[in-house]
Nanobody
Framework: QVQLVESGGGLVQPGGSLRLSCAAS????????MGWYRQAPGKTREWVAV???????NYADSVKGRFIISRDNAKNTVYLQMNSLKPEDTAVYVC?????????????WGQGTQVTVSS
């Protein structure tokens, strides 16, 4: 059984910062690509950022230069540092990860954490 659990969401004023965490737990043999998506009310899910097992990163244009994705392989955790937040960043942020266990390789998703940017 593998789980991804996000934390760190909340209410922040425009221009502020938040740091999201997503911890993977369970019978994990290998942890590969990890990433973040977000879904705003009434909109489709949007890809935000991804980091490879070796630390290579890529970002959506809408967050490039403001958000930083990182990971701690010893803790099976991926982070999203969000700076210079804007109201349009308001969404539920969900992490995902490609994980190998003893019996299978698949993509797992967390439940999400709410981020609200408002004055």
């Amino acid at each position: 059984q593998v789980q991804l659990v996000e934390s760190g969401g909340g209410l922040v004023q425009p221009g502020g910062s938040l740091r999201l965490s997503c911890a993977a737990s369970g019978s994990i043999s290998s942890l590969y690509r990890m990433g973040w998506y977000r879904q705003a009310p009434g909109k489709t899910r949007e890809w935000v950022a991804v980091i490879s097992s070796g630390g290579r990163t890529n970002y959506a244009d809408s967050v490039k230069g403001r958000f930083i994705i990182s990971r701690d392989n010893a803790k099976n955790t991926v982070y999203l540092q969000m700076n210079s937040l804007k109201p349009e960043d308001t969404a539920v942020y969900v992490c995902n990860a490609d994980i190998g266990t003893m019996v299978m390789f698949t993509t797992y998703w967390g439940q999400g954490t709410q981020v609200t940017v408002s004055s």
